[in-house]
């Protein structure tokens, strides 16, 4: 039997975990496109890893209370692999695109990068804000549909030199994806003597990378790898990238 699925926040649950409540859309989800009454079952999840099994105790316009029976394992488990995908700010529906199959393909973050060649640039922070909502919102969904309890963080954007300089990718696999000048995938997987835990993930934008982009990433021992001899598109590339990692050091068979 399909499980029908809601999320709520970590602070969505009561102090003693006995219950919970949904937010407006959810419980408008619930009541009125799956028209599900006080007693029915259904499953919720938290955004970072757990699902539980609940009885609906009533629904409001703005609100749906439920009790909580038992902690369920989720639908679908996470992938062994902690990848982070950073992806070049692209136009719209590319970079929507790209954070919907990501999170379907079971990255555990999306960074948006602003880049020289980038396709879009950002306005002001109101822009960015508005940007970042709309992608948490497609990254909540993708991992209802796809039986994911963790919602992908999407971060707020960084620009490339801000991305080489952090501390936090240090002692990790990072791989900047580039049309030119790399090694091939073949051989970034061969070097890794052991399956690493947790990649970072770097693709351009339609432009590509300047030299300049691509020698500060060698300075900071990222992996250039180029992907075939074909040019993608740079909402390809990101995808591409993603199954091969996941196939290769995750779970994705």
Request: aromatic share 6%; hydrophobic share 40%.
């Amino acid at each position: 039997m399909t499980r029908r699925r809601f999320y709520a926040p970590p602070d969505a649950f009561t102090a003693d975990h006995q219950s919970l409540t949904l937010d407006a859309d959810e419980a408008r989800h619930l009541r009125d496109v799956l028209r599900l009454k006080s007693g029915e079952h259904v499953h919720v999840f938290d955004g970072v890893g757990r699902e539980f099994e609940c009885s609906i105790e009533d629904s409001h316009k703005d609100r749906a209370r439920l009790k909580i029976i038992s902690e369920v394992a989720p639908f679908r488990r996470e992938s062994s692999l902690h990848l982070t995908l950073a992806v070049a700010l692209l136009k719209g529906e590319k970079f929507d695109l790209v954070v919907q199959k990501a999170t379907e393909l079971g990255v555990i973050r999306i960074l948006p990068v602003t880049t020289r060649l980038a396709d879009i640039r950002l306005r002001d922070e109101t822009d960015a804000l508005k940007r970042v909502t709309r992608w948490r919102r497609i990254a909540l969904e993708a991992a209802k549909q796809s039986g994911r309890a963790v919602v992908p963080e999407v971060s707020q954007p960084v620009s490339f030199s801000t991305l080489m300089e952090s501390t936090q990718l240090h002692g990790q696999r990072n791989a900047l994806f580039s049309e030119r000048e790399g090694q091939s995938f073949s051989e970034f997987r061969e070097s890794s003597l052991e399956h690493p835990q947790s990649i970072t993930a770097l693709v351009g934008s339609e432009g590509g990378w300047t030299d300049e982009e691509i020698s500060l990433a060698r300075e900071n021992d990222w992996n250039i790898v180029t992907l075939s001899g074909r040019m993608l598109r740079a909402e390809t590339a990101a995808i591409t990238a993603t199954v091969l990692l996941q196939h290769t050091f995750g779970d994705l068979a």
